[in-house]
């Protein structure tokens, strides 16, 4: 454990003067185009703590977007990283191999769902994973066309923003995209209630609606993969209905199209599972991994079936920082920490926690639309009383509330209108509900 205090702790009003001082420097010194969300700057953080430059104490309910699931600088991987710095910063995998980049290929082909024979390939970023899966899929197949989904989020690079349904702010004005990207409609179960009880429950309904889009707009034969959250991110953590992606998979699989499940925010524990596919009992042809993967490094994967990882010719993936030993060291000790402290369960907990609550305060106010999530992965969708209209606006106040209170919250969803949690699996029980109590006073207060 952090020997930072595990107690929330307001020194000064938020910001402080010293964060108002950096945010001063950042406004001269950094593109306007890089946003923050929180008006403080960090200084130390661990457990479910993050400390600011001012001495406050802030509960952390974000994990730096879902990354720190495992908690911020967590023992195993500060010693694992200052060990292999000491060693060797880098040589490039490509040039000079090393163990560690292999150990991580292993873990994963052994933690990822599916019983087959699989390869990795490790990269930087979620983005640049997604965009080598793409590749990956398009040798194998010999076709070109991708079909991603509405409210999906791929990243931010030029594949990726084609793939990423919402525009503002991540798509305007930075076109023209990739072309040969498809979008289907989505199993969105709060807002598919309009159009009936059926289709909100029923994911095989929701599944034909999507399957009939991909065959009329694109066709099988064109199609060389179908890309999915398995639980959408900053879509607005969107659960499709039961059903929905089995049926998806089985169309891909009946067509020869490679299903490719971006777990990049919901991997390595986050929802209750090592990996959100579990839920479903499927197993996906490539699955990509990041965010959560090495507790902050920059880390990320494509793993798969053998013979699709397989497809490429030799040199073709790679890139020169891609499984840095220093995250792959940190990989491994992340991945050593969720089994061995049993952070599955641990998440699983934390669901059950911040379910009971939520759904407490939905009970007792229309204004909570939607409670919904897996794991230590959970959101409320805001609305207009007793309406399904989004309201954006209060989910910014809110979330603005609990800033100023010392609680670390992040929105998402196409509207905006969605509250999500995604504390570390090392926050406690107290800090936990602490953070609730806030939220639910700031919401009362609104
Ligand atoms: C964050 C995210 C990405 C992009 O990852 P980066 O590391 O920011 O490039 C891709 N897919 C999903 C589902 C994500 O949440």
């Not at 108002?20 to 950042?26: A, M, S």
């Not at 990320?300 to 920082?321: C, F, K, N, Q, W």
């Not at 998402?412 to 109590?437: A, H, K, Q």
């Amino acid at each position: 454990m952090s020997t930072l205090e595990q107690s929330r702790h307001l020194a000064t009003a938020i910001p402080g003067p010293r964060s108002k001082e950096l945010i001063e420097r950042k406004a001269a010194a950094v593109s306007r185009g890089i946003g923050t969300t929180m008006p403080v700057y960090a200084s130390r953080a661990g457990g479910g703590i993050v400390e600011d430059v001012d001495g406050n104490r802030l509960i952390d309910l974000g994990s730096g977007i879902a990354v720190t699931t495992i908690g911020n600088a967590a023992p195993r991987v500060v010693e694992a990283v200052r060990a292999q710095v000491a060693d060797f910063t880098h040589t490039c995998f490509m040039i000079t191999p090393y163990e560690g980049y292999v150990a991580v290929a292993e873990q994963l082909n052994r933690l990822t769902p599916g019983s087959y024979e699989k390869r990795s390939a490790l990269f930087n970023s979620g983005a640049e994973a997604v965009e080598n899966a793409i590749k990956i899929a398009r040798t194998y197949t010999r076709r070109q066309a991708v079909v991603s989904f509405d409210h999906a989020y791929h990243g931010r690079t030029n594949l990726t923003m084609a793939l990423t349904a919402k525009s503002m702010p991540y798509k305007h004005g930075f076109g023209p995209f990739a072309p040969e990207i498809y979008r289907a409609p989505l199993s969105y179960p709060f807002r598919d209630a309009e159009f009936g009880k059926e289709i909100a429950t029923d994911g095989e309904l929701a599944a034909r609606r999507a399957i009939d889009v991909i065959d009329k707009q694109v066709g099988a034969d064109n199609l060389a993969a179908v890309i999915i959250e398995p639980i959408q991110g900053e879509g607005g953590f969107i659960v499709p209905a039961e059903g929905f992606l089995p049926a998806l998979l089985d169309w891909c699989k009946k067509n020869e199209v490679v299903f490719i499940a971006d777990e990049v925010q919901t991997g390595f524990a986050r929802t209750g599972r090592m990996f959100a596919c579990e839920h479903e009992g499927i197993e996906p042809d490539l699955i990509v991994t990041a965010k959560g993967i090495a507790d902050g490094l920059p880390l990320s994967a494509v793993t798969g079936r053998v013979e699709i990882m397989d497809a490429p010719h030799v040199s073709g993936l790679g890139g020169t920082y891609g499984g840095n030993p220093v995250a792959c060291a940190a990989a491994l000790a992340t991945i050593e920490t969720i089994e061995s402290e049993h952070m599955v369960e641990r998440a699983a907990a934390i669901e059950k926690l911040m379910k009971d609550r939520l759904h407490r305060m939905q009970a007792e106010d229309d204004r909570i639309g939607d409670v919904r999530g897996r794991g230590a992965m959970i959101a409320m969708e805001l609305v207009k009383a007793g309406t399904t209209e989004p309201d954006g606006e209060l989910t910014k106040k809110l979330a603005v509330g609990c800033h100023t209170a010392g609680v670390i919250v992040l929105t998402c969803g196409t509207y905006g209108n969605v509250l999500r949690f995604l504390p570390p699996l090392s926050i406690s029980d107290d800090l936990l509900n602490e953070g609730l109590d806030v939220l639910a006073n700031v919401l009362a207060d609104l």
